[in-house]
Nanobody
Framework: QVQLVESGGGLVQPGGSLRLSCATS????????MAWYRQAPGKERELVAR??????YYADSVKGRFTISRDNAKNTVYLQMNSLKPEDTARYYC????????????????WGQGTQVTVSS
């Protein structure tokens, strides 16, 4: 089994910063990609940022403000969020494409439980 646990959410004023962390644990052989998604009330879950090897992707709405990074030794992915706006308010979910066995090339998608980010004055 693989577990993803997010942390670092909270209440912040507009213009402020937060750093989210996603720690992975369990039976992990290889991680293909990690990503952050978010879901605001009444809206669909959307991809915010993704990292695979040294390649990164950002949604247009967060480019220049958010930075995704990964610590391979700790199997942890981070999302540094700067210049936060009220429209960034959402529950943020960590997503990982992970293989648990060196004997197969099967990668499964795992999700964390999410961490709430609220941007408000």
């Amino acid at each position: 089994q693989v577990q993803l646990v997010e942390s670092g959410g909270g209440l912040v004023q507009p213009g402020g910063s937060l750093r989210l962390s996603c720690a992975t644990s369990g039976s992990i052989f290889s991680i293909s990609a990690m990503a952050w998604y978010r879901q605001a009330p009444g809206k669909e879950r959307e991809l915010v940022a993704r990292i695979a090897s040294s390649n990164t992707y950002y949604a247009d709405s967060v480019k220049g403000r958010f930075t995704i990074s990964r610590d391979n030794a700790k199997n942890t992915v981070y999302l540094q969020m700067n210049s936060l706006k009220p429209e960034d308010t959402a529950r943020y979910y960590c997503n990982g494409v992970i293989s648990s066995s060196p004997l197969t090339s099967i990668y499964l998608v795992y999700w964390g439980q999410g961490t709430q980010v609220t941007v408000s004055s």
